[in-house]
């Protein structure tokens, strides 16, 4: 079973605000991501999903988990 929720946004709204957070926790382009500890894990996602849920006005949540 997959968990996951998409939280669809504007690639505006991914370019101008989601993507300088990535930048925040790797900012190298050229050095592959490496894996964050559990409490920049938790910073990170909360920091997306914060954008994420205030970036749009009408939001529609997708998910694929089954009951």
């Known amino acids: 079973m997959s968990a996951g929720t998409l939280i ?9 605000r989601i993507v300088p957070v990535i930048r925040k926790f790797w900012p190298d382009e050229t ?4 894996i964050l ?3 920049q894990a938790a910073a990170f996602e909360a920091q997306v999903l914060r954008i994420a ?9 997708y998910t694929d988990m089954e009951s």
């Open 8 to 16: 669809p946004i504007h690639e505006q709204v991914f370019e101008t």
């Open 31 to 34: 050095i592959p991501p490496t």
């Open 37 to 39: 500890a559990p409490a």
């Open 53 to 61: 849920l205030h970036a749009e006005e009408d939001l529609s949540f």
